[in-house]
């Protein structure tokens, strides 16, 4: 470390102290958000994968996904989200005329 980090670094400790920053407390909250993301970037490899095998048994994973996130929402937001993809699919000459 230069000279003039030690001091730049000497100098931030000394306002930290000064200002009553608990540093020990921080780094375990710091400590803890960095193994949680870890955990989460593992979840999300674990999620991959899991989409890959039901890819490979032949599902499709975007429908899947799909299906994940409408079993999150209330059926009344489903059914908002529907009438709305449908009113959006109407106005742009999306749908198929249905026979009655």
Do not use: C
Not at 2 to 24: D, K, Y
Not at 57 to 86: S, Y
């Amino acid at each position: 470390m230069s000279e003039l980090q030690h001091v730049a670094f000497g100098t931030a400790a000394q306002a930290v102290q000064n200002i009553g920053i608990p540093g020990e407390e921080l780094r375990v909250y710091i400590e803890r958000i960095e193994r949680l993301e870890e955990e989460k970037t593992q979840l999300g490899q674990d999620i991959r994968d899991l989409y890959l095998e039901a890819k490979g048994n032949g599902f499709d994973p975007k429908v899947m996904r799909e299906i994940v996130k409408l079993r999150k929402m209330d059926p009344a937001e489903i059914d908002e989200e529907d009438a709305i993809l449908h009113l959006y699919k109407q106005a742009l000459g999306m749908m198929t005329p249905t026979v009655q």
